[in-house]
Nanobody, 116 residues
């Protein structure tokens, strides 16, 4: 059964960094577009960043450009989100998504809290 599992969330001070990981299993990882989304309390889920199957194409939400970096390791079947210069408004549950045509798998999410 295919699944994606996030890890790496936690509490960090403003200006700090975190690296999230998402490990995929049970799917042909290299053909899936991998994305990170986030959802803050009372807000809709929003796209943070995505990366193509081979890793050559990345997209970022405007507010994350220059601070967040998405990458993937197709040997380890893992996608990463490096988050730098974190702000309190980055506080949210971060979700990993694997997408290929009409197929979509979501993880359970990992909490990121940016607070002093």
């Amino acid at each position: 059964q295919a699944q994606v599992v996030e890890s790496g969330g936690g509490l960090v001070q403003p200006g700090g960094s975190l690296r999230l990981s998402c490990a995929a299993s049970g799917l042909t990882f290299g053909i899936f577009v991998m994305s990170w989304y986030r959802q803050a309390p009372g807000k809709e889920r929003e796209l943070v960043a995505s990366i193509s199957g081979a890793g050559g194409v990345t997209n970022y939400a405007e507010s994350m450009k220059g601070r967040f970096t998405i990458s993937r390791d197709n040997v380890k079947n893992t996608v990463y989100l490096q988050m730098n210069s974190l702000k309190p408004e980055d506080t949210a549950v971060y979700y990993c998504n694997a997408g290929f045509k009409s197929i979509s798998y979501w993880g359970q999410g990992t909490q990121v809290t940016v607070s002093s």
